[in-house]
């Protein structure tokens, strides 16, 4: 993912992870950040691979449910990034990125991401 995390709160964010949620898909991507601690109007990462600069990496793993054509079509599908973190006290928030078709939402949120819609049941 190519863009940079920047840190608008009030303090420190720690324990920092990123999740890719393709919706439609109902799956899950999550990936730790090493990043230590982000400061308060500190921006990160501060890397670059190949020519892209401020590369926040998320691992995309192929398996049963989600395959490279599912991964083709992500740009045309319904997704949400979520940024989950703590503060100093040990406090759970996330930060929710939704983009559906060409409409894109985005806050912020106490606790931890909201829990993967379970599959509806065959018939």
Partial sequence: MNGSIYNKGLGPA???KTVLRVLDKNKDFEQAIYSGVIQVGEEWPKFTIGNMKNVVPIQIK???KYNYTDFSTIDTGAW???FEYKDI???D???KYTKAGKNF???SFKGS????EREPAEL
């Avoid at 991401?113 to 993967?116: H, Q």
């Fill in 62 to 64: 192929f398996e049963d």
């Fill in 89 to 91: 006290f040990g406090n």
């Fill in 14 to 16: 720690t324990h920092i």
């Fill in 113 to 116: 991401r909201p829990p993967l």
């Fill in 93 to 95: 928030y996330h930060t």
């Fill in 80 to 82: 949400e990034i979520f």
């Fill in 105 to 107: 939402f985005a806050g």
